[in-house]
């Protein structure tokens, strides 16, 4: 214990003996030149600045960076250094390292103090002049006789004096001021090397470690004096210009540069002008397209080994990728990186993400089974995402029910968030199944079963996932318990305080399933005014479809006109965007379809021919191949009593989709009128309309009356379908919950 505290006490002396030796040295030895500056000009010691006046304040015990650091006998050496260079020590010199000295104890407003007393722009030239002699060759300085004005430890010195009085600076919250006086430090090296720097700049180390700091410390400044656009620019130099950094400065800079670029919430800066670049290079045209540029440079860098791996590369190239549907690009960056710079399984769960997200479920589903079949069984993630798929596929539903009931073995009892998801997607798939080619006990049994699934689900996330809320609504309203549906469409509104279009929809579709149009049209109205503009069309085409169903046609037209003002603003506005976006763009030019189909439907009831066929003509220049559009002419025919050119337009629309439910029962419809031998067709029709949509009631009705025109064979045929279409027809909604 004593030697402890003998130690402890001789370190605190030898700290003192240290700073009283370099307060005289700073104090005695400064150069001839210097000594003729008055008396209050002379270099204050170190306990004096810390003291006087406005400055008794002293941020202490601070973070600075990588200066931070207890005061040595280091700044005792440099200042012997420069004495044995130069003989002297000027002002400036002395005033550097007393400020380091300062901002190395942590008193960074005294240091702030000592580094305002350099006069920067009388000792630029000096520092310009010695850092272009730096950049000489050898043999030009050879013949050279004359000596820089400052050594090369005296430019190391003054140039880490700037870097410090920024970072000074910036800890007292002095932003704007730390960036310009950082940018101090560029602006002169460049100056001194326009054509870049030489390849023996900062052969000590020193002088390239400031200019390193200085370049990297500069666009962080400025966003913190929130100047995007200096900012932007900061980086841009730090990386279009020779700085001699190495690759894993270049490497943080750049990852920067693409985070600020993606998150910053900035306008678009403008594209970068490159003096060296091509014709045929690529210019990133806007924020985003450059933040992808960046991350892909960085995955190039670590499939070529130049820098380490860093996992959040991949992560936000899959957010830039994902917003500008760029998920073919992405699964071929992934394909390039292997183990061990990435993980075989996440790969895998990477690349069949972005197979799905093209569209492409098949493929993600092959990579899914490679996991939970060879690498990791157990593998919940793999279990969940191929349920879902699964889910989503009529022939893959049975699958997808066997893997969530894996999924649900995995995680019970383990997480109840991950178990409520897999039982969610286990009711998805038992719903799914229902709706296949079964008998009515199987169908009645699986439904039972999804809604027990999903209501498990619900219970073990406390109602809290809007997703599996959502679900369990959707299930309710499809078996048409619209009481149960109607209680959780409020609670999800709730949930998600009215953010989700689909949310609201599905509301007001359940209120019209139970005839209260004029309540799901005040629904609507409500989304309209917590919805920007160009997200109202599908509220807008809902709210027309309650009023058609009110009988407020001429309403109904009005607002289907509005709905079309929109799309077609829309489409003028931002017709670059809809490219990008592709998904975006599809959605649009669909619902715009189905506008001028719904509009030719109107006109059809009011009789306004020729509306109709201008309606369709603005279809067929989105679509010609639309069975929808082939439909509503084959019903205009039939209003104009043309029944044999409706048949044709009906053939031509089940030609484009044979699945095509309207078609098939109008086909049906027009065969029966017609007569003839046409009942086995006609019935044929019509069952394969049930097949694929249980719930049509016009479908259960039309097959009523054929039963009924057969005969009283078949007169309890005839009842049943009537009745099922007359409790259908009770509680059908004016378009599909689904």
């Keep these: 214990m004593r030697i402890k505290n003998r130690n402890h006490k001789t370190g605190e002396q030898n700290v003192s003996r240290s700073s009283r030796r370099f307060g005289k040295i700073l104090?005695?030895?400064?150069?001839?030149?210097?000594?003729?500056?008055?008396?209050?000009?002379?270099?204050?010691?170190?306990?004096?600045v810390a003291t006087n006046g406005s400055s008794s304040q002293v941020v202490s015990s601070q973070v600075v960076g990588e200066h931070d650091k207890k005061p040595d006998t280091g700044s005792i050496e440099e200042a012997e250094l420069s004495l044995r260079e130069s003989g002297s020590i000027n002002y400036e010199e002395a005033r550097a390292l007393l400020g380091r000295y300062e901002y190395q104890k942590g008193n960074i407003e005294a240091a702030l103090h000592v580094f305002e007393g350099i006069d920067i722009s009388s000792v630029t030239p000096k520092i310009k002049i010695s850092l272009a002699k730096t950049g000489e060759t050898r043999k030009r300085r050879s013949h050279n006789y004359t000596s820089p004005p400052l050594s090369a430890h005296a430019l190391s010195l003054l140039l880490e004096a700037i870097y410090l009085k920024s970072k000074s600076l910036q800890i007292l919250g002095r932003y704007k001021e730390a960036a310009k006086?950082?940018?101090?430090?560029?602006?002169?090296?460049?100056?001194?090397?326009?054509?870049?720097?030489?390849?023996?700049?900062?052969?000590?180390?020193?002088?390239?470690?400031?200019?390193?700091?200085?370049?990297?410390?500069?666009?962080?400044?400025?966003?913190?004096?929130?100047?995007?656009?200096?900012?932007?620019?900061?980086?841009?130099?730090?990386?279009?210009?020779?700085?001699?950094?190495?690759?894993?400065?270049?490497?943080?800079?750049?990852?920067?540069f693409a985070v600020f670029l993606l998150y910053s919430g900035s306008k678009e800066a403008a594209p970068p002008n490159l003096r060296s670049q091509m014709d045929t290079s690529f210019v990133p045209r806007n924020n985003v397209e450059e933040a992808i540029l960046l991350l892909m440079i960085l995955l190039k860098k670590v499939h070529l080994k130049k820098i380490e791996w860093d996992p959040s590369v991949i992560d936000h190239l899959i957010y830039a990728l994902s917003i500008c549907n760029g998920l073919g690009p992405l699964s071929k960056q992934l394909e390039e990186l292997l183990p061990p710079v990435i993980d075989k399984k996440e790969r895998g769960l990477l690349l069949s993400l972005c197979c799905y997200g093209q569209g492409d479920g098949l493929s993600a589903l092959t990579l899914?089974?490679?996991?939970?079949?060879?690498?990791?069984?157990?593998?919940?993630?793999?279990?969940?995402?191929?349920?879902?798929?699964?889910?989503?596929?009529?022939?893959?539903?049975?699958?997808?029910?066997?893997?969530?009931?894996?999924?649900?073995?995995?995680?019970e009892n383990k997480c109840d968030e991950i178990a409520g998801v897999a039982y969610s997607l286990l009711g998805i798939s038992l719903s799914g199944q229902s709706k296949l080619g079964l008998t009515d006990s199987e169908r009645v049994k699986l439904q039972s079963e999804a809604i027990q699934s999903l209501e498990t689900a619900n219970r073990l996330t406390e109602m809290k996932d809007s997703r599996i809320v959502y679900d369990l609504c959707l299930e309710y309203a499809d078996q048409r318990k619209l009481d149960s549906a109607l209680g959780q469409a409020?609670?999800?509104?709730?949930?998600?305080?009215?953010?989700?279009?689909?949310?609201?929809?599905?509301?007001?579709?359940?209120?019209?399933?139970?005839?209260r149009f004029l309540d799901g049209e005040v629904i609507i109205n409500a989304a309209l005014e917590q919805t920007g503009k160009w997200d109202q069309g599908e509220l807008l085409r809902t709210k027309a479809k309650l009023q058609i169903a009110q009988g407020r046609l001429k309403n109904a037209i009005k607002t289907y006109t509005q709905l079309l003002a929109v799309l077609q603003v829309q489409n003028k506005s931002f017709p670059t965007q809809q490219k990008s976006l592709e998904v975006g763009g599809k959605h649009y030019r669909k619902l715009e379809l189905e506008t001028w189909h719904d509009l030719a439907m109107v006109y059809i009831s009011l009789s306004q021919w020729r509306d109709v066929e201008a309606c369709l003509s603005r279809s067929e220049a989105i679509n010609y191949y639309s069975s929808s559009r082939w439909h509503i002419t084959g019903l205009l025919y039939e209003a104009k009593g043309l029944d044999k050119e409706a048949l044709k337009a009906y053939e031509i629309a089940l030609d484009i989709d044979p699945g095509h439910v309207q078609s098939l029962v109008s086909m049906a419809m027009v065969l029966r009128r017609l007569g003839g031998k046409s009942g086995p067709a006609i019935r044929s029709f019509l069952t394969e309309a049930l097949r694929l949509d249980r719930m049509n009631s016009w479908a259960w009705y039309n097959l009523g009356q054929f039963y009924k025109d057969e005969g009283p064979m078949f007169i309890k045929e005839a009842v049943d379908c009537f009745e099922a279409a007359s409790i259908l027809k009770e509680t059908e909604p004016i378009e599909p919950f689904r």
């Design 27 to 48: 104090q005695c030895l400064c150069s001839g030149g210097e000594q003729s500056r008055t008396a209050n000009e002379m270099i204050p010691s170190s306990e004096s």
């Design 490 to 515: 409020k609670h999800l509104i709730k949930l998600e305080s009215g953010s989700r279009i689909e949310s609201w929809l599905l509301l007001a579709r359940i209120l019209s399933g139970q005839k």
């Design 368 to 411: 899914l089974k490679n996991i939970y079949k060879y690498d990791d069984p157990d593998c919940v993630s793999a279990l969940l995402m191929a349920s879902k798929i699964c889910g989503e596929t009529p022939d893959f539903v049975e699958e997808g029910a066997l893997l969530a009931k894996r999924a649900v073995n995995v995680s």
């Design 181 to 256: 006086s950082c940018k101090v430090i560029l602006d002169i090296v460049e100056s001194s090397f326009p054509e870049g720097l030489p390849e023996n700049f900062g052969a000590d180390g020193k002088l390239q470690e400031t200019l390193n700091n200085a370049v990297e410390l500069l666009p962080e400044l400025w966003q913190l004096a929130e100047s995007p656009q200096e900012a932007i620019s900061s980086f841009r130099g730090a990386l279009l210009r020779n700085w001699n950094l190495n690759e894993e400065t270049t490497a943080k800079i750049e990852k920067d």
